[in-house]
């Protein structure tokens, strides 16, 4: 065994040199060509050569896989579309099944090579530098030619999640055309590549292709890659912080050189004689010991969004030999220290510059054909801060620079790490390549991403842990590249032998269970303790106006395969567990507008159940992962959001529940929570309950002040039992938090049976655990009709729009899940719109006014709104400038 961990670490030694980017650095992004090898008689010597005329090629741009080229030349089917997916040649495997675990089939396009090409024009001005081509991904393997000469085979280009860099100095001639031409082969099934896991169905292609960008890059003899500045405090004052840097090293060279890394950490100035030997690979090292200037009095501290400002610094180095600047990076930092510890109960619990904070997030996908999209990775962060989540994770999506720049931006933390289920977690089918593959992707991704401020936790493992030869393996190299965060073996609570416990758990649920288990089960499963890594309440069933984009019109009502196909894989792959208990608790749906109006319900109910039972138990829960944020194409489970952007029940649940001060109501023993997830203390506050019946006879009324301390969770006061015994019934619990001066800061809305879910514990699988015996909320179905009345008003502010909504009930009945959308004139949605609030509740006589946030200006006096509710005709409005 240790034989194995000393050759998988040994792997690493004799690799090629990895590095991120350089100050001179030209992206080659669009003018390539794409081919099949299967349809080409050339070879790479012939292709790489001017001569070559790829005739008949698809043009495409650096980034982009195979099947993402094609859609964009629209040589396939969408293949988002209905069940396109399913037409396009070489998808023949079994719906449902994780593609990545079979072999490509023998008649698939793909199972050839496929041929990027490009000319690149080197300037006349490069001669004399040296002259690198860096690739950002590549899947999965690759030969790479230049002007005729093979310069890597798919033996040394093999893994997703490498990067490389070729030094070409010798093989261009500047001031004229170049050719650079790389044929690209899928992962096969023994390999750690892209997995899909059971979220989606993998394309046909697997992802092949350069996924990841393509770059000329320029330097002097010396390159200098990755710097990074780790941050230890003092004392919990936070008035001083000691600052270490680092930044790699490579002589390019077959002679010695010496010179000197010089630069400046937060304004400070650094600067270290260095002597490189011939083709030396060295880390600079810059400690606050040696270097007193880099201990940082009064400095201007990094915080998450929720915990202060997400204050940036500039660090930037260069190596200058004989007075000449060979070469240079800067990067942005945060000075930040993040820990984490097990608490009293084992429990994991992270800590940012020393304060404890509740991790709230919800698990991240990139899109399905990998393709980058600046404005929409903008959006989707905006979405997340809307809804009040602290943390994003990555499950073995290796975001884009651009996504990590971001987030330390926005303030969000990103905690990200291997894949489950494919080979990446086969460890006892690894062959020799596996290891020197996941030593190197490790490597990379250590190197490129190690330097951002919004980096919470690194994961060896997803559903399980690695063996104790390759944790060692992972934790030495992560010690080597001088990661600065918590690194844990594992998504799940398996303990290991090197590292011991994680502190964490992944014990579901991941299908619909009713809002009171969060709360009900309080040692065993899913409920509201430890850190849960990933969970949920199940599907989410997109708006109609996103349904009408992805499926047919003849297929949108009743729920049939098309469904199903854009459900998940495995035993997610239809919506059978939520629907059964949608009949079961609200009744059965006849139509695609009753349907939809139970499913946003139960979304809103389910999502804000989960994050409002993890809230009230801090920190005996410590974090909840919500699985998941997005999804990776038009999907009806697991989202926030859907995949055009488009917010329903879950978002607006999601949002009240995470509120940063907050009231809320207990399920399982009728308390009411004052919830202060900010990083001060609020004071006087006015807490109000009151319990109606479904007639909206008011049966309890009470009202208590309370001061919220920093970082809080405090029960107020209680609801008597004996309010919820009629076992018939459905209660309505109304809570408002109010300031001193009367203003309204929190409130919040439930609909409560007398009775409870019944849970069967002993069915409970990874999914979910069954209903015994559900809650009866079929009386909802009977609320009688309630009117809105509404006015809109249009105005610019900053540099979108915003959209002022007046709603007023005027009738005598409850107006019920309440939903305000604006459209354009074609009947489609504008999006996206960050809301105030939605999926509301108005008493009879009670008037809200909803405000809108639309960042890209779309809206204008020729759209409306449409308002429509539970009991409430579907109206339009429309919209009105000021």
């Known amino acids: 065994m240790l034989n194995r961990a000393l050759q998988f670490v040994a792997c690493c030694i004799v690799s090629a040199v990895s590095f991120t980017a350089f100050a001179s650095s030209t992206p080659l992004k669009e003018g390539w060509r794409l081919q099949s090898a299967c349809k080409l008689q050339a070879d790479g010597v012939a292709i790489s050569s001017a001569a070559f005329r790829p005739e008949g090629w698809y043009s495409a741009s650096v980034p982009g896989t195979v099947l993402a080229t094609q859609t964009a030349d629209a040589a396939v089917p969408p293949p988002y579309f209905g069940t396109n997916l399913r037409t396009l040649p070489g998808t023949s495997y079994p719906v449902g099944v994780n593609f990545s675990n079979l072999p490509m089939p023998q008649d698939s396009p793909y199972k050839c090579g496929w041929w990027y090409r490009r000319e690149v024009t080197i300037p006349a001005q490069t001669r004399g530098q040296s002259l690198w081509l860096h690739f950002g991904g590549i899947n999965y393997r690759a030969d790479i030619w230049l002007n005729g000469k093979r310069i890597a085979n798919r033996s040394q280009v093999a893994g997703a999640y490498r990067t490389y860099d070729f030094d070409i100095t010798a093989d261009v001639v500047p001031g004229r055309p170049n050719v650079l031409a790389v044929e690209t082969f899928a992962p096969e099934e023994t390999d750690l590549g892209i997995n899909w896991v059971d979220w989606n169905p993998c394309p046909p292609d697997k992802d092949m292709g350069l996924w990841g960008a393509v770059n000329l890059v320029t330097s002097g003899e010396v390159t200098l890659r990755s710097p990074l500045a ?98 240079e990076k800067t990067v942005q930092f945060g000075i930040r220290e993040i820990t984490s510890e097990l608490t009293a109960q084992g429990y994991r619990l992270f800590r940012v510059n020393g304060k404890p904070l509740l991790i709230r997030g919800a698990g991240w996908s990139q899109d399905m054909l990998l393709r980058e999209d600046q404005v929409k990775l903008q959006d989707q962060l905006a979405l997340v801060r809307d809804m009040h989540l602290n943390t994003i994770r990555l499950e073995g999506k290796m975001e884009t620079d651009d996504f990590f720049h971001l987030a330390d931006q926005q303030g969000i933390l990103v905690m990200l790490g291997w894949c489950c289920c494919d080979q990446w977690e086969h460890w006892n089918k690894w062959t020799p390549e596996n290891y020197k593959v996941a030593a190197e992707s490790l490597r990379s991704q250590m190197l490129r991403i190690r330097s951002h401020a919004s980096l919470l936790v690194w994961l060896n493992g997803s559903d399980n842990p690695p063996p104790a030869f390759v944790e060692q393996a992972y934790l030495k190299i992560e010690q080597e590249t001088h990661w ?131 809230s009230r138990n801090k920190y005996t829960s410590t974090g909840v992962i919500q699985w998941m944020l997005n999804n990776a194409w038009p999907s009806m489970i697991w989202h926030l959001y859907d995949y055009y952007l488009n917010a329903g029940g879950g978002y607006f649940g999601t949002k009240k529940a995470c509120e940063p001060l907050h009231v809320q109501y207990s399920y399982d023993d009728h308390s009411i929570y004052v919830v202060n997830s900010t990083y001060h203390s609020a004071s006087p506050l006015s807490v109000s309950a009151a319990v109606y019946d479904i007639r909206l006879k008011k049966l309890f009324s009470k009202q208590a002040e309370m001061n919220a301390s920093a970082d809080s969770s405090t029960r107020v006061l209680n609801i008597p039992a004996e309010i919820f015994s009629d076992a018939s019934q459905i209660y309505f619990v109304e809570l408002t938090l109010k300031a001193s001066n009367g203003d309204l800061v929190s409130r919040n809305f439930y609909w409560v049976p007398a009775r409870l879910t019944t849970f069967n514990w002993a069915k409970t699988d990874y ?30 502010s900053g540099p979108g729009q915003q959209l002022r909504v007046e709603l007023h009930n005027p009738s005598q009945a409850l107006a019920f899940q ?46 409306s709104l449409t308002i429509s509710g539970w009991n409430v005709p579907v109206q339009q409005v429309g919209v009105h400038a000021r």
């Open 230 to 327: 780790v941050t230890h405090f003092s004392d919990a004052s936070l008035q001083r912080a000691d600052l270490t840097v680092y930044g790699e090293l490579h002589n390019a060279t077959s002679h010695p050189v010496h010179g000197t890394v010089a630069g400046t950490v937060a304004g400070v100035r650094v600067e270290q004689a260095v002597d490189l030997a011939p083709g030396e690979d060295k880390t600079v090292v810059f400690t606050p010991e040696q270097y007193k200037q880099l201990q940082i009095h009064h400095p201007q501290v990094w915080w998450p969004y929720q915990m202060g400002s997400p204050h940036l610094e500039t660090l930037a180095l260069r190596f200058v030999e004989s007075g000449h600047v060979s070469d």
């Open 484 to 614: 600065p965060n918590p690194i844990l073996s594992s998504a799940s609570g398996r303990p290991t032998s090197v590292s011991g416990k994680s502190g964490v758990k992944m014990s579901g649920p991941y299908d619909y269970v009713a809002p009171s288990y969060w709360l009900v089960d309080k040692s065993k499963y899913g409920g509201a303790f430890g850190f849960n890594t990933e969970t949920s309440p199940g599907p989410a069933i997109p708006n109609e106006s996103s349904l009408r984009k992805f499926l047919p019109a003849n297929q949108l009502w009743p729920p049939d395969a098309a469904w199903s196909f854009h459900s998940g894989g495995g035993k997610f792959k239809d919506l059978n567990v939520f629907n059964d208990a949608m009949t079961a608790t609200y009744g059965p749906s006849s139509s695609l507008d009753e349907y939809e109006r139970l499913a946003q319900a139960m979304a809103y109910d389910g999502e804000r159940a989960m994050f409002e039972a993890y």
């Open 767 to 796: 999914t979910h655990t069954p209903a015994l015996v559900p809650e009866n909320m079929t009386a909802l179905r009977s609320l009688p009709q309630a009117s809105i009345e509404a006015r809109s008003m249009l105005q610019r």
């Open 818 to 863: 309440v939903v305000v959308a604006l459209k354009q004139r074609d009947g489609s949605a504008v999006l996206p719109v960050l809301w105030s609030d939605n999926y509301i509740e108005l008493l009879p006589g009670e008037s809200r006014v909803l405000s809108a946030v639309l960042p890209h200006a779309a809206a204008s006096t020729g759209d």
